[in-house]
């Protein structure tokens, strides 16, 4: 009986340390799926990021979104000129890149950084807005620049 007591609380013990590493402890409230990004991004007075490359961005984009592309090496020069104190919601094309770019601001002192859950691709599944180059349809897209 004492065993399975230890098994089971080392397999807590591991599923904790994984949530921890993974930024999963606290997250959802960050991390939000189209809907409820889109409601919060209208309460919220904050800052709208597209943190994708160039030509991701003029591929399709969401509307009103500023592009501060993840991978240049420009990326935390041109974030730091945003306010920490208010709220930033990014985004990327499935989520992945906007979460690392999340714990970075968070490292920098941000104190409110949303991520769209599944990204632009979910977005545009959800039927919210997206404005397209001509011929171009988000969710046809195969890979693009990674995530």
Avoid at 7 to 36: C, E, H, W
Avoid at 112 to 127: C, F, H, P, S, T
Wanted: aromatic share 10%.
């Amino acid at each position: 009986m004492k065993k399975l007591l230890y098994s089971f609380l080392a397999i807590d013990v591991v599923i904790f340390a994984f949530l921890a590493m993974t930024g999963g402890l606290g997250a959802p409230k960050y991390d939000l799926r189209p809907v409820a990004y889109q409601e919060a991004m209208t309460k919220e007075n904050g800052t709208f990021v597209d943190v994708r490359t160039l030509k991701e961005h003029e591929d399709a984009h969401i509307p009103n979104s500023t592009l501060i592309d993840w991978k240049s090496s420009s990326f935390e020069s041109e974030i730091q000129k945003i306010d920490k104190n208010k709220p930033v919601f990014i985004y990327c094309r499935t989520g992945m890149r906007a979460a690392r770019a999340k714990r970075k601001m968070k490292k920098m002192g941000f104190k409110e950084v949303y991520n769209l859950r599944g990204g632009i691709k979910a977005w545009a599944k959800e039927g919210l807005p997206v404005k397209s180059r001509p011929g171009f349809n988000i969710n046809e897209e195969a890979g693009g620049e990674g995530c």
